[in-house]
Structure formats: structure tokens, C-alpha cells
């Protein structure tokens, strides 16, 4: 099982980037994904989660601007991040975990990928 996160980089306040998490190894269709992020010198937080059946939850911070989704035959989750802020400054962590039901706990999560960095400059 593996998760491959890309997509992060440099972008400008009130910018868009799109992160990609490609799933090998994993049935996606009964994997519920995950974003997380963590800034520097803060703990890893929860960001989004879609379902099996692709109902998303979104952290409070990010709603209205984030939104998570997946295609399952790419096995490839998305999270399209528009209106950017210094905030959102942080590496990026996709998850997976077993169960068909979203979740904001970092440790229901099992499989988790490399982290992409995203950096919004003022």
C-alpha cells in the first residue's frame, strides 16, 4: 500500500493550487482518504476526507475554499485549494484508512503518503 502526494509549491496569496494523491496496492473504493497538513512548529491537523460513497467533510478553517474529491478509477484523490492564504502554509499528508466512513482522527488514518510542501507568500 502506498500514497504518492504531489502538486505542492509556491503560490501567492489569493492563488490556487490542486494536490494529487495517487493510491497503489489499495482497493480505493473502499477507502475512505484523508488530507492533513502540518505547519511548521504545529501539530499535523485534519484538512478533508471524502467517502467510499463521496461525502466529504471539511475542516472549518478551509471550508468555502478547499474542496476535497476523488476518482476512483484513477485511484487518485484531489484537493483543490483556491483563495490561499499565509496560513496554508504547510506540508500536505494524504491518508487512507479501511473504513467506509470519514474521520477527522489522524490515528483511524493507516496508510499515509510522503507530505507535499505548499507555501503561500504574502
Known amino acids: 500500500v502506498q500514497l504518492q502526494a504531489s502538486g505542492g509549491g509556491l503560490v501567492q496569496a489569493g492563488g490556487s493550487l490542486r494536490l494529487s494523491c495517487v493510491a497503489s496496492g489499495i482497493t480505493s473504493t473502499w477507502n475512505t482518504m484523508g488530507w492533513f497538513r502540518q505547519s511548521p512548529g504545529k501539530e499535523r491537523v485534519f484538512v478533508a476526507a471524502?467517502?467510499?460513497?463521496?461525502?466529504?467533510q471539511h475542516a472549518d478553517s478551509v471550508k468555502g475554499r478547499f474542496t476535497i474529491s476523488r476518482d476512483n478509477t484513477k485511484n487518485t484523490v484531489y484537493l483543490q485549494m483556491n483563495s490561499l492564504n499565509s496560513e496554508d502554509t504547510a506540508v500536505y499528508y494524504c491518508?487512507?484508512?479501511?473504513?467506509?466512513?470519514?474521520?477527522?482522527?489522524?490515528?483511524?488514518?493507516?496508510?499515509w503518503g510522503q507530505g507535499t510542501l505548499v507555501t503561500v507568500s504574502s
Open positions: 491518508a487512507a484508512r479501511a473504513y467506509s466512513s470519514t474521520s477527522t482522527s489522524e490515528s483511524s488514518y493507516m496508510r
Open positions: 471524502i467517502s467510499v460513497s463521496g461525502v466529504t
